[in-house]
């Protein structure tokens, strides 16, 4: 461990770090987790008296910045989403039970791993009536990690909410639409309370291979060869942008958004403040009103 005392030593380790084995850069988001992880162990050193301080300095200013806003083109348009849903639930066997799985991420904005472990019971429907608004409950996440990684040896693993406490939730609104859509999902398949709204194949945690396929051949045999080249709705992930952008676009307060996507509103804004557009004129209304945007200058 005296190496790390080396400032030069220090130095050719971060270089190691930021460098890919065909010596290019590495990405900054690779870059700031292997920095994540030489602190732990730096800390680990000094609990156990081995270090008297952490040798390796703060990444402030020594890596690229990473890119964290949204590129608007990803975004889809309501005419491509529905030409997206409507192939998807074309497909024999699973097209229905796959339709409903899309379309939970693009009109609630949930996360791919809480969509997956999503319940009957957590959906909870008007007493009566159809076209109504209903709630979906979000209190758990089985993100996909791989065997090797999980407790269980399984693939998924059963977490919190991210940057939620364990056992928070939070309530999603569900419009009409999709409150139908799942309504006749639940009743046409048998669901129990307990069961799995969006199941695999198998009964199991949908595979995010699954998912992916599937899209991946409804952007192929829907949208255009320019526009499926393109960024537009490349990722599962883009739908959920879709959604926050058009709840912000809408004019719903960021609080509010933050609050139904589960995250914090410095962390929206700096993902999605490209995108948010079609405002401008309501707002300079708004500067017009004011009262001193009408006041007279004395010279």
Request: charged share 25%; proline share 6%.
């Amino acid at each position: 461990m005296d190496v790390w005392t080396d400032p030069l030593a220090v130095e050719d380790v971060l270089l190691v770090v930021g460098t890919l084995l065909d010596g290019r850069q590495a990405a900054a988001s690779s870059v700031k987790r292997h920095r994540r992880v030489l602190h732990l162990l730096m800390k680990y050193a000094i609990v156990r008296g081995i270090l008297l301080a952490d040798p390796v300095p703060e990444s402030r200013n020594l890596t690229q910045r990473s890119a964290s806003a949204i590129d608007r083109r990803r975004l889809l348009n309501e005419r491509q989403a529905a030409q997206l849903l409507d192939w998807i639930r074309g497909r024999p066997r699973s097209g229905q039970r796959m339709q409903a799985f899309f379309a939970t991420l693009y009109f609630t904005g949930l996360r791919p791993e809480e969509a997956v472990a999503l319940r009957v019971s957590d959906l909870v429907l008007p007493a009566s009536g159809v076209g109504r608004w209903a709630d979906i409950v979000v209190h758990t996440a089985e993100p996909e990690i791989g065997r090797t990684w999980t407790d269980s040896g399984t693939r998924h693993d059963r977490r919190r909410l991210k940057a939620r406490a364990e056992g928070e939730t939070r309530i999603v609104p569900c419009p009409p639409t999709l409150s139908t859509l799942l309504r006749v999902r639940i009743q046409e398949a048998n669901l129990l309370p307990d069961d799995r709204l969006v199941p695999g194949e198998r009964g199991g945690v949908l595979a995010g291979s699954v998912y992916r396929r599937t899209w991946d051949h409804a952007r192929r045999a829907t949208l255009p060869s320019h526009v499926y080249a393109s960024p537009t709705g490349q990722r599962v992930y883009d739908l959920r942008h879709t959604r926050l952008t058009m709840w912000l676009n809408n004019g719903i307060p960021p609080a509010q958004v933050a609050e139904w996507a589960g995250t914090s509103v410095a962390m929206l804004f700096a993902t999605y403040a490209q995108c948010i557009s079609g405002q401008e004129r309501d707002l300079r209304q708004r500067l017009d009103e004011m009262p001193d945007a009408s006041a007279t200058l004395i010279a």
